[in-house]
């Protein structure tokens, strides 16, 4: 499994981003700009919420483990494994969606005036927060699961005598 890549990520951001200003200023020369949920930043903060809690359980769980504490439950490797996939792809999803959140945002920022708009601006600016939360909390789980490398076996072939 690759890791996370802050490049791609950053890539995702600003084509959604570059796409979803040009579609925004299309859509409302034509006519009305869709509207950004208020759902929007409350269910990226949820997903944050629940990589983190993630991270830290598993974490603890290792710790408990490392120290030999009696009665520490192991980390299952493929529930750790699924952890990580999920974080991986709710970040990919994260930085899309805040690419396009933040897209509307700044093309929402010349109108700030009328205050539909502004708190529509705000909507889409908490969206991009929350995009980069799930993003951080993403990386941390996949930190927090990663396996020691192998010093011996870099690039998994077998050494040679």
Same mark, same amino acid.
């Given at each position: 499994? !690759? $890791?996370? !890549? ?6 995702? *951001?600003? +084509? ?22 208020? %759902?929007?930043?409350? +269910? ?5 919420? #629940? ?7 598993? !974490? ?6 490392? $120290?030999?504490?009696?009665? %520490?439950?192991? #980390? ?13 792809? =709710? ?9 396009? &959140?933040?897209?509307?945002?700044? *093309? ?7 205050? /539909? !708009?502004?708190?529509?601006?705000? &909507?889409?600016? *908490? ?5 980069? %939360? #799930? ?6 789980? $996949? ?7 192998? $010093?011996?076996?870099?690039?998994? /072939?077998?050494? #040679? =005598?």
């Amino acid at each position: 499994m !690759r $890791e996370l !890549r802050i490049r791609t990520l950053a890539a995702v *951001f600003v +084509v959604a981003g570059v796409l979803s200003w040009a579609g925004a200023r299309l859509w409302s020369s034509v006519g009305t700009l869709p509207r950004v949920p208020l %759902a929007a930043p409350i +269910v990226l903060a949820l997903i944050a919420v #629940v990589l983190l809690a993630t991270a830290l359980s598993i !974490r603890a769980r290792l710790k408990a483990q490392r $120290e030999r504490r009696p009665g %520490a439950k192991g #980390v299952d490797p493929l529930m750790a494994a699924r952890a990580v996939v999920f974080g991986q792809a =709710s970040a990919l999803v994260a930085s899309l969606v805040a690419g396009m &959140y933040g897209g509307t945002g700044v *093309f929402l920022l010349e109108s700030l005036d009328l205050p /539909t !708009r502004r708190d529509q601006a705000i &909507y889409a600016g *908490f969206s991009v927060l929350g995009g980069i %939360a #799930v993003i951080a909390a993403a990386f941390f789980l $996949e930190r927090v699961c990663k396996l020691p490398d192998d $010093e011996d076996h870099n690039d998994g /072939t077998a050494p #040679v =005598s």
